[in-house]
């Protein structure tokens, strides 16, 4: 599906890193949700998992969030496709969970942007699916 | 060096190095790549260095193992000022033996110097076939 993008480079840059990555890390829901459409889907495609519609997203954002006391993204390497209203980037995960234990993923996520938040972003992930 | 346009990102993805991979066209596949590229799988962090060493070992290794090979249902990502490519897309394979063909979802990041590959990262949705 090709979506109407309203972001120009920067800004499509600073909604997958800085409104949503960030807001991620801090643990900061509503604003992570702020930059899904209503019926926008979360596809682990490693995992052949599918996350459809901006409620199933929150209760994933949730669990995912209850389970790890730090959620750690960084080392972002970003393609922007401006005239398509596409960005992808590969980061470095790490999660650590309430016993202290650390994982790392090497992960790539693909984002389709319609006017100017995600309608579809599709994730590949190195190791185990912590989105479920 | 003038830069590239999109549509040449398009074109080395789909109709060189896919299109020789799924013909089993070995100089074609490794002509796109840069003789000093590496590509690494990154599901099982391997990575195969060097066009005419690492790379060429794994393509016929691959080649050996399959009578079939498809990719298609392209989606790109396609960045001209950072000269690098994302694309999603459907695999089939079929291993020499059987009759099954196998199907994955993987997605490749292509980054580029001077209009080849220098580096390759793939995920795969199943098994790494890319030994």
């Given at each position: 599906?090709?979506?109407?993008?309203?972001?120009?480079?920067?800004?499509?840059?600073?909604?997958?890193?800085?409104?949503?990555?960030?807001?991620?890390?801090?643990?900061?829901?509503?604003?992570?949700?702020?930059?899904?459409?209503?019926?926008?889907?979360?596809?682990?495609?490693?995992?052949?998992?599918?996350?459809?519609?901006?409620?199933?997203?929150?209760?994933?954002?949730?669990?995912?969030?209850?389970?790890?006391?730090?959620?750690?993204?960084?080392?972002?390497?970003?393609?922007?496709?401006?005239?398509?209203?596409?960005?992808?980037?590969?980061?470095?995960?790490?999660?650590?969970?309430?016993?202290?234990?650390?994982?790392?993923?090497?992960?790539?996520?693909?984002?389709r942007i319609r006017d100017d938040r995600f309608?579809?972003?599709?994730?590949?992930?190195?190791?185990?699916?912590?989105?479920? | 060096?003038?830069?590239?346009?999109?549509?040449?990102?398009?074109?080395?993805?789909?109709k060189r190095y896919f299109h020789g991979v799924?013909?089993?066209?070995?100089?074609?596949?490794?002509?796109?790549?840069?003789?000093?590229?590496?590509?690494?799988?990154?599901?099982?962090?391997?990575?195969?260095?060097?066009?005419?060493?690492?790379?060429?070992?794994?393509?016929?290794?691959?080649?050996?193992?399959?009578?079939?090979?498809?990719?298609?249902?392209?989606?790109?990502?396609?960045?001209?000022?950072?000269?690098?490519?994302?694309?999603?897309?459907?695999?089939?394979?079929?291993?020499?033996?059987?009759?099954?063909?196998?199907?994955?979802?993987?997605?490749?990041?292509?980054?580029?110097?001077?209009?080849?590959?220098?580096?390759?990262?793939?995920?795969?949705?199943?098994?790494?076939?890319?030994?």
């Amino acid at each position: 599906m090709q979506y109407q993008c309203s972001l120009d480079r920067a800004e499509l840059i600073d909604l997958a890193i800085n409104r949503y990555f960030a807001n991620v890390d801090a643990k900061n829901l509503d604003d992570v949700m702020a930059c899904f459409h209503d019926n926008a889907s979360i596809t682990i495609q490693s995992a052949f998992t599918v996350h459809n519609g901006k409620e199933n997203i929150r209760r994933m954002f949730t669990g995912f969030m209850n389970t790890y006391k730090t959620i750690i993204h960084k080392d972002f390497r970003c393609t922007v496709d401006e005239r398509n209203g596409r960005i992808a980037a590969s980061f470095v995960a790490q999660n650590e969970d309430h016993e202290g234990n650390w994982t790392t993923l090497n992960n790539t996520n693909f984002w389709r942007i319609r006017d100017d938040r995600f309608q579809e972003i599709h994730i590949y992930m190195s190791g185990e699916n912590p989105l479920t | 060096m003038i830069a590239k346009p999109y549509e040449y990102y398009v074109d080395i993805v789909t109709k060189r190095y896919f299109h020789g991979v799924d013909n089993f066209d070995m100089p074609m596949v490794l002509d796109c790549f840069d003789k000093d590229a590496s590509l690494t799988e990154v599901t099982s962090m391997t990575t195969h260095q060097g066009r005419d060493t690492g790379i060429r070992m794994m393509f016929l290794r691959l080649f050996h193992a399959q009578s079939r090979i498809w990719h298609g249902n392209f989606v790109h990502t396609c960045d001209v000022d950072e000269e690098s490519i994302c694309s999603q897309f459907s695999v089939e394979v079929t291993p020499r033996g059987t009759s099954k063909p196998l199907r994955y979802e993987n997605a490749n990041r292509f980054y580029l110097k001077n209009g080849r590959f220098t580096e390759v990262f793939v995920y795969m949705s199943g098994e790494n076939l890319l030994k």
